[in-house]
């Protein structure tokens, strides 16, 4: 009773809907609670049934408390256990808390903390969190990853949201800024005043619990305050406690569960966070953030600054004399501290170079680094002078080696065994590596920066792929078949790659021509080979990617292609190389991010027009109501126009002497279109032989996009408008654009078509896809559209979704269709008044459909006539053995076709997305579905939706068994009305199959009620698919 007494808040706070009904069962079956009882509290929400029960446990008495406690013992160990040392504890007093934060503010203010080595002891640079530091630029992102607006550390501290990621690239002063924050808390910030404690922890050596971590790094160990009352102090302080959390790209979880369980189960502790991380890991922890930011570029005036706290008077300037001359490799592309001065770790390493140096040309990272890993070299091998010059350079690239080798095993510590075949003291005297010895039994060896390590390693393998000895070309490529796919190119050694291009020309040769094996080898995530799809999939894969823009395979493609020019641009020799990157590039496409366009792009541009040139598309896109700023009106442009499109993304397409293959723009979220922003669409827009144009809720396009068309009225060859209104001379303009051969518009529920471009679309000869997706529209304007279809002979695919309110509209479209456009290919008309009489009229015609292999008539219910017409469609299936996509729609008795449908189905084997969506199916015959699942011949389905049927458990149980042979599946939707209750039978067997089917990304099963522990049996499977998988339940 004391337990329940004294934790009564808690349990009141933190017990869960499904615990406490799991507890009501346990305590009704002992008799203790009555059926009323038990209904009464189950009833009530989750707060009031937990304040209910305890209430009523502690009135009846010793005995049925211990049934209570026991019961939550039993039903959430987790929280039992964390009560049970919550009262073993001592009381914390507000002394204990003083303290402790006394000796963390000593602890940052110590030299030890707040001065550093940033480049290790071996060079003389102290880098002072008092005089040296200047303020880095953060940029906030949503979860799409773009950029919503700048912040200052001001900024981030007053818009904190828990947990805060920071994401930026190496040597971008991550580290530096959360030290910032820890010395401003001690300084006792006004920004920082509201959190009581402050801990720093770097996740890189974090090897232990938290509380040890934190003993071990700022504190000592043991601490005058236990582990226990630790905890508590923790979780009573909420979010007054900030943890700085640094490095989790070299944090190893496995060593230090509680860590992890603080940033990514948050919710249990409630502290605030602010976790740093590489960009290649950021995939690793974006979906819990709630504030994201982005560490970005140094600015000229920053780096200038840094670059005088850093050095002496007359150094300083003869450092910033070099860096303000015109970058050597790309001229056009400003002085190199504009370009590559954007770094603090690189404004220091030019920094030590010039100490050692009297001129050096830092036109590329590799440069810099090759400049600072010589002087090292160099100016310190006088310490070796006992050591012959064979072990030196055995030393050396055994340093090399080690480095490599860290890369790939993820290991950036070094113990003594490590350098059994190399002389310790060179590597120390050279300060290539640097020896930790404080606190630890043994001593560790590190790399002064990660940076420093990967470009080690680059320039090891890349010395590695430019040998004339046999037996070191072997080890070179060893390594590079490491890199077995994109992904892992693109992020886990990005940089190592980086650096090997940067330091060899045949090294380049060899890098790029490995990429182009593994892109044609289709090695996303083990996706299938782009050689290998047949047109009608290359053509299917080309539309899902269109819906999906940002999937995986799309990003991970940009990003590979982008991968390539920073290797070009880095690349010793560009010259020699270029015909290696032109195959390359062939055929492949580019997304510019236009709100921060790279150096290396712009480089890219201006002197590989070659390679340019053989880009299949490039794709830009346009934000209107960014917070980056509103306008931008340059004093040297004699035209003073206001414009939101940047124009350094004019320059890039403007000032171009060839025409590119394929361009596309989006236009978002422009709430005005300036007149200077038309006449840069202009310039972007003729600069490419074709040209797709996307406009997306856009009010301040409406009325002028005809003014945009007209600039692009040659090369336009595919229009989508979403959410965006038509002026009567927009729609005009639409209908001259003859050359058009794709047009979509979607969304204009508000604002009808005006009939202009209905009574015009006959003058759209050359359209090949028509699409209407959620257009206010009548019955007349649907017999308008139906009469203009007729003459649009090169029509291969028409798709109208969700038009409501059209009377019996679709019956003249479907006539027409059927009469006179016998070549289409693809045929969607969704949730669009389908009726029993336009379906009869399809049936009838399927046969002059000899090209048809998609055929999508979901969400439409037929009423009058329907089982007839549905009976109709079913049979007349037998002429479309092409079929890929048959989605059809239903009426009251639709099952009664089921079996005749199978048979048809048997002579589809190229089916890949089928649905019987509210097919009206029960459990019997799901045995018939099962059994045909289980012997057909329909081995490449992906796409299966099931949904709103009427099966049981054991219905879905039948389906579910047989789903494994059907390997190529990934999407299923099984929805459900609200409120179906799965078996534990259904959930396993639920469970088993995700596991099974490893191709799978995506289930809906909208309307299943789930339990606490159903959900932990499907989320362990998930993890088991390496949670790609997404499961939608509501």
Partial sequence: MEFIQKNSVQLIQRMGMPIIKQIVDDLFAEFVLSEEEAEIICQRTRQDASRSLIYSILKKGERTCDLLVKSLEKRDPFLFQNLQEYCAAGEMTQENIDCLAKDLKDFYKYPSFKKFHPLGKEIDIIFDLTESYTDILLWKKNTHNIRQGQLSLNDLLNELENPCIIEGEAGKGKTTLLKRIALLWANEAHLLMKFKLVFFISLSVAQAGLYETICGQLLTEPYTICKQDFMKMLKSLREKVLFLLDGYDEFRSQNCPEIELLIKENHQFKNTVILTTRTESISRVRHIGSLIAETGDLSTESAT?????????????????????????????????????????FVVIACAIQMGE????????????????????????????????????????????????????????????????????????????????????????????????????????????????????????????????????????????????????????????HMSAIYQQGCLFGLPSLCDLTPEMKAMKKEANTQEEEGLSAVLGNSFVECAISFLYESFSDSTVSEEFEEFFHGKGLYINTQSIPTYICGFFEHFSNCVSTLEFIKLDFFGSSSLGDVECSNSNPNPWKTVIPEKAVSLFFNWDRKLNSLEITLKDFNKLEKGDVKYLEKICCSASGLRLHINKSPGVTGKLRDVLKTCSINMQDLTVESTPLTTEDEQQIAEMVVLKTIKIKDLQNESLGGVLLDRIPDLVNVEKLTLDNIKMNEDSTKKLAKGLKDLKRLHSLQLSHLMDIGDGMTHIVESISTCLGDLEEIHLVNCCLSGTAVKILAQNLCSFHKLYALDLSDNFLGDGGKEALHRLVGSLTVLPNMKVLMLPWDDEANLCLVRLLEQLERMPQ??????????????????????????????????????????????????????????????????????????????????MITQLDLLQEIKLTGWQFDAQDLRVINKAKKHQGNKLQVKIS
Wanted: with cysteine; hydrophobic share 35%.
């Fill in 305 to 345: 600054k840094l670059v005088r706290n850093v050095l002496k008077p007359k150094l300083a300037e003869g450092l910033l004399s070099q860096l303000e001359k015109p970058d050597s490799t790309f001229q056009q592309s400003g002085s190199a501290t504009e370009n590559l001065m954007k770094t603090p770790l």
């Fill in 358 to 513: 009297a001129t050096f040309n830092p036109h590329t990272q590799t440069t810099l680094f090759c400049t600072l890993y010589d002087l090292l070299v160099e100016k310190n091998k006088h310490k070796t002078r006992e050591t012959s010059e064979e072990h030196f350079c055995l030393s050396i690239s055994h340093c090399g080696d080690l480095a490599l080798d860290g890369v790939f095993d993820h290991k950036f510590d070094f113990q003594v065994e490590d350098f059994s075949n190399v002389k310790e003291e060179v590597l120390l005297a050279t300060g290539l590596v640097n020896k930790y010895t404080a606190q630890r039994l043994n001593p560790i060896y590190r790399f002064f920066h990660k940076s420093f390590q990967e470009y080690t390693a680059g320039r090891r393998l890349s010395s590695l792929l430019a040998s004339h000895r046999d037996k070191e070309m072997v080890r070179g490529h060893s390594y590079l078949q490491k890199m077995d796919n994109i992904s892992d190119i693109i992020t886990t050694y990005h940089n190592l790659l980086l650096y090997t291009c940067g330091s060899s020309a045949e090294a380049t040769r060899k890098v790029i021509k």
């Fill in 911 to 992: 089916l890949t997305k089928f649905g019987l969506r509210k097919w009206g199916i029960t459990d019997s015959e799901a045995i018939i579905l099962g059994t045909f699942f289980e012997k057909t011949s329909l081995r490449d389905i992906q796409y299966l939706d099931l949904a709103e049927n009427c099966m049981t458990s054991n219905g879905w149980l039948t389906i579910l068994k047989v789903l494994p042979n059907l390997n190529q599946l990934t999407f299923l939707d099984f929805s459900c009305k609200q409120g179906f209750l799965p078996s534990s039978h259904l959930v396993l067997s639920m469970s088993r």
